[in-house]
């Protein structure tokens, strides 16, 4: 949750609770995106009490930003609604998309195929309304041109949220009734294009961002690592497409998609270099303070979903070099992933709990 320092400043818990919600930032289920997916890596190689542990952080952490969001929306309607206007955070609403689909992928690799359906059909209703929403209060209702001038990182989080429909759907379709299989191979290719087509829209908009305008070291955030993460889970979408059940859709697509699959991890490759080269020149070279944020789930959720697509990869299309990266960099996104944890348990103890209003000052 996003706590600024008046807010802190509040005495009382259940005050600063309050404005802890009101500001609560609409990309926070990454939370929920970073936990899972690196639960799903762990569950892949066989580190199974690890990968439950991340599996219940994932569930409770989406439970409780659930009940907050709703909470946000009745109560604070007004910041809600104006997070919707805002290109810089709007696009972080589709990170609900992503999360409810990355916790029902999980569930389905415990055998609670119930839930990753519902979870699903509760995705495709967000995606479906999100998609047209986001876009037109966001961007093209704004009467302020030009609207490319906002453009940032979070745009790909429509594209991660296009593909986590794929990846889900593919994950159902095998084992779902016969007249409910085709639907979702139908669905998984059909999302998995529109999200292959994003990419290159967001891409071109945030390019043209970068080139066209001032690009301070405050504004190379940590969302830009989305650009990585959404090529990455379109790698994933790929490699479950690429191992469905035969049917008309994926029998049309499955060597096209398998692939693109292989292009995309490339590029996602390639992106991890001028992404760190990125934060060393924001945080080493301008100085500017690396503090938690909600935006650093923005980070981890792309290193573990770059492990995942590894390993997926590596035997969907026998590339044994390509699924020993993934299992390699599956620790790092692991560590990075704990690191932010702590960090966050820390901020919301001293920002929620504590408060710095009721802190004693030195003399006192």
């Not at 930003?65 to 589709?94: E, K, Q, S, V």
């Not at 007249?179 to 829209?201: K, T």
Request: net charge positive; hydrophobic share 60%; aromatic share 12%.
């Amino acid at each position: 949750m996003a706590v600024t320092r008046d807010d802190a400043e509040v005495r009382g818990v259940a005050p600063r609770v309050r404005s802890a919600v009101r500001g609560l930032a609409p990309g926070y289920f990454a939370l929920v995106m970073g936990s899972g997916i690196i639960s799903v890596g762990l569950k892949l190689e066989g580190f199974e009490a690890l990968s439950v542990v991340l599996a219940w952080i994932c569930a409770i952490a989406y439970v409780v930003l659930l009940t907050l969001t709703i909470w946000r929306l009745l109560r604070y309607g007004a910041a809600f609604r104006d997070d919707f206007n805002d290109p810089r955070r709007a696009f972080g609403f589709f990170t609900f998309v992503a999360g409810t689909n990355v916790l029902g992928v999980r569930l389905s690799m415990d055998g609670h195929l119930a839930w990753t359906a519902a979870l699903l059909v509760l995705a495709l209703m967000a995606w479906f309304v999100l998609g047209y929403v986001v876009p037109w209060t966001a961007v093209l209702g704004r009467t302020t041109r030009p609207v490319v001038a906002t453009a940032n990182g979070t745009w790909f989080i429509w594209v991660v949220a296009s593909q986590s429909i794929a990846v889900s759907s593919a994950s159902l379709q095998p084992v779902a009734p016969a007249e409910l299989s085709g639907w979702l191979a139908l669905l998984a290719v059909l999302s998995w294009s529109v999200g292959v087509f994003l990419y290159a829209a967001a891409g071109v908009l945030v390019m043209l961002r970068m080139m066209l305008y001032d690009l301070r070291p405050i504004d190379l955030n940590p969302p830009y690592w989305v650009a990585m993460g959404a090529c990455a889970i379109t790698v994933l979408a790929g490699a479950r497409i690429v191992e469905m059940a035969a049917a008309p859709m994926v029998d049309a697509t499955r060597g096209l998609v398998a692939g693109l699959s292989v292009v995309f991890w490339a590029f996602a490759t390639w992106l991890i270099p001028p992404l760190l080269a990125a934060g060393w020149w924001r945080h080493w070279r301008h100085r500017v303070p690396l503090t938690y944020d909600a935006t650093l789930w923005s980070i981890v959720f792309p290193l573990g979903m770059y492990a995942v697509a590894g390993i997926y990869l590596g035997r969907a299309d026998h590339l044994p070099v390509v699924g020993a990266i993934g299992a390699v960099e599956l620790w790092f996104a692991l560590l990075v992933g704990l690191l932010v944890f702590v960090a966050m348990l820390v901020h919301l103890w001293r920002a929620v709990v504590v408060g710095a209003a009721e802190r004693p000052r030195a003399g006192s």
